[in-house]
């Protein structure tokens, strides 16, 4: 028994048109909220909010944020994608928010590959106070350099991993769930604009509930010393934090984090159909 089979295999234009809208989507959102990025990672920062530079330089680490974060996206949602029509034929429609979730999995799994590294290097650049000038590269190499491959480039991947696919696990079906909701209503059509108001909402949400993953992402990632440091697992992370600092230590940094991904929901998943709907349409002539 199947779900959708009646739907037409995806052709190779809705996949590039997916990838190419996926870029667009990540810088977009990226060079638009980037500041309440830097502000809510040094309110996490173990330094403090004004050792770790306060108001000041808050478009630091976004030269390397911009480079990357268009293969990110876009690597992002063509496997989401991908995998959501791969899977979704086989499956019975009631099953469609499981098949959301395994595929927005898939698709967090492969993009924090490159993700990793590069939040590595802007976090850092976010928080060094003092240094006018130190490339991306510099700081990468430093934490190759005293940690290695997988402690130093890599340091934070499987708790990045913990906080990116529970985000996606909800993010993805309360967004699509939405939409579906709205084409009910709309004889099936749903413009950019509502689907990127869908976006904001699910993107606010799912920020608020997965905050205290964040936090410890942000602290096992800025951390110096990983060889005398063997704390840095997520749940030691969170019961220090909680010890010294309660439940609000836990959500330190919500605000400008629930802000930035109500608004970049909106950005995001409103350029995605946008830009991936126009590119479709070109390629389709």
């Known amino acids: 028994m199947t779900g959708s089979s009646e739907e037409k295999p995806k052709s190779a234009n809705f996949y590039f048109a997916s990838l190419l809208g996926g870029a667009l989507a990540g810088i977009s959102v990226d060079l638009t909220l980037y500041p309440l990025d830097t502000l809510k990672t040094r309110l996490q920062s173990e330094q403090g909010f004004q050792k770790a530079g306060g108001f000041r330089g808050v478009y630091k680490g976004l030269s390397t944020v911009a480079a990357t974060s268009m293969p990110t996206t876009a690597l992002f949602f063509v496997s989401y994608e991908a995998t959501k029509n791969v899977i979704q034929p086989l499956v019975l429609p009631q099953y469609a928010p499981l098949v959301h979730m395994f595929a927005a999995s898939v698709g967090e799994l ?45 340091r934070g991947f499987f708790s990045t991993v913990a906080r990116d696919i529970p985000f996606s696990l909800i993010e993805l079906p309360i967004w699509e769930l939405l939409k ?83 608004l970049g929901g909106f950005v995001y998943f409103g350029v995605y159909d946008d830009s991936k709907r126009l590119v479709e349409k070109f390629l389709n002539r």
């Open 110 to 154: 492969l993009a924090c590959v490159i993700r990793v590294p590069t939040e590595i290097a802007k976090q850092r650049k976010q928080t060094y106070v003092g240094i006018k000038k130190i490339s991306a590269i510099s700081i990468l190499l430093k934490a190759y350099k005293a940690d290695g491959f997988r402690n130093g480039l890599y």
């Open 180 to 262: 579906a909701t709205v084409k009910e209503r709309n004889n099936g059509e749903i413009t950019g604009f509502q689907s990127a108001l869908c976006g904001s909402i699910a993107g606010g949400f799912t920020a608020a509930v997965t905050t205290p993953l964040d936090l410890a992402k942000t602290r096992i990632m800025l951390a110096e010393d990983y060889a005398e440091t063997r704390k840095l697992r997520i749940r030691p992370v969170l019961t220090s934090i909680y010890t010294e600092s309660g439940l609000r230590g836990l959500y330190a940094g919500f605000l400008p984090r629930m802000m930035a991904f109500t």
